[in-house]
């Protein structure tokens, strides 16, 4: 029995199972608490993944043009996790390391332009003002006027 549990936390589905169990425990958390994009809590700017999830609404709802503009990669992330998934070795490949660089490139050139064109007032690229770090930055600049 102890030797089948060793094989199957050495398994890709152990992995997937982990991973699943992860993403439920934050997303749990994130309902509870009704915290939204914990980036954009603590720093008050959104993430590079600020809209996503509204895409993902947008889109099921037939609405694709809103869809993209929420977030234009939306459609990225489910792609690379199925592959990951479906062949974990793949991901630490030199294929794998190829594909997350550049799903980091375009995340953030996709950012920087979100930023540049939508920041602070247009949504989802709204400045949040009432997070811990702007509420703080104005707590010390107010103690030392």
């Not at 102890?2 to 992995?15: A, C, E, G, T």
């Not at 199972?17 to 958390?29: I, K, N």
């Not at 980036?39 to 869809?67: D, M, N």
């Amino acid at each position: 029995m102890n030797r089948n549990i060793k094989k199957f936390q050495k398994s890709p589905l152990f992995r997937v199972f982990q991973g699943a169990l992860f993403v439920a425990g934050l997303a749990l958390f994130v309902y509870i608490t009704d915290v939204g994009c914990l980036f954009r809590h603590v720093l008050g700017v959104p993430c590079p993944g600020c809209g996503t999830t509204r895409a993902w609404l947008a889109f099921l709802s037939g609405e694709f043009g809103k869809a993209f503009w929420y977030h234009p990669l939306f459609w990225l992330t489910p792609i690379l996790l199925a592959v990951g998934f479906w062949n974990p070795k793949w991901l630490s490949g030199k294929w794998g390391n190829r594909a997350a660089l550049l799903f980091l490139v375009l995340y953030l050139l996709l950012y920087a332009a979100r930023m540049a064109r939508c920041f602070p007032t247009q949504p989802p690229m709204e400045f949040f003002s009432d997070a811990v770090l702007p509420r703080m930055l104005r707590w010390f600049s107010n103690g030392l006027k």
